[in-house]
């Protein structure tokens, strides 16, 4: 049975050469015909890893292609999942089933509410890849830069997708997780309580040291918002979960710093301002959150970032 990978991004090419290495069938749903032209003259994607670039030829198509859709691996930014998801929709095969791959939370839910007659399972990843678009082949050589791991999970059912075996064979390290709704809302607070700032000072990870008060003020709003929303056990040592990733990264530009900087799009929409959603709903007040996601859309609006 064959894998559909919607987004030919840095995560969907990622997975697409793992999955095709060992002969799973895997076929890229690009954008538009301009889009899968290109990819059809660059003859495939490129992976590097570890400094060795291998090739493969992953057959691309479009979304209106006449072929049904049973397993597919949603890999478009948060603010892209719902209109790419709706360009597919129609191919879904009874049954169907979707890995969500979006960082942060409501991009998930409003798939999963488009989508009633499919199973729709959440990741959370800790893998880095990035595009490299100065080289020949283009937007489609992708370089694995950081390995990590992908946790899945499906906050309605328990049950192992029969498909597991697919990414143990690929070499996707991988873990079932009955709990990712508690993932995602760690990996938020973690976010939330550190880009936004590496944005706004414009500094690596290691810089937030210099705005050590800021930071653990956050943390205390934000293990409030887990509380509050049923994530008690997302809130544990969230402080010192903080302070010992600004410390290992301290070198390190943060996504959304990095998005900024190339004047990319951000997926705030998806963090700060889901976090800050999610309190106005609790009738919670998270004064430091709110100015902080206040002064963070100031910044986008004045550099012409879209910033919801
Ligand atoms: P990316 O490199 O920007 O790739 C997204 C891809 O989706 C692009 O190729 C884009 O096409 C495509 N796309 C968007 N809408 C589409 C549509 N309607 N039809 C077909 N293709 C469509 O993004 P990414 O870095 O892989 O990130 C994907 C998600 O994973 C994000 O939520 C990100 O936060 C998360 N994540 C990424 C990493 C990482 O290291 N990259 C790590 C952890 C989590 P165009 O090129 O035509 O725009």
Known sequence: ???????????????????????????????????????????????????????????????????PIQRLLLACKAYDAESAIASIAPRLAPGAELILLQNGLGSQEAVAAQLPQARCLFASSTEGAFRDGAAPEGEWRVVFAGHGHTWLGDPHHETLPSWLGDLERGGIPHQWSPDILSRLWRKLALNCAINPLTVLYDCRNGGLREHATEVATLCIELGQLLQSCGQPGAAVDLHADVQQVIQATAANYSSMHQDVAQGRRTEIAYLLGYACATALRQRLILPHLVALHQRLQHYLDARGLPSH
Do not use: F, K
Not at 24 to 39: E, G, M
């Open 1 to 67: 049975m064959s894998w559909h990978v919607l987004g030919a991004g840095s995560l969907g090419c990622l997975w697409a050469a793992r999955l095709a290495r060992t002969g799973t069938p895997v076929q890229l749903i690009l954008r538009n015909p301009a889009r899968l032209a290109a990819y059809q003259r660059a003859g495939g994607l490129t992976l590097v890893e570890q400094n060795q670039a291998r090739h493969y030829v992953v057959p691309g198509q479009l979304a209106d292609d006449a072929s």
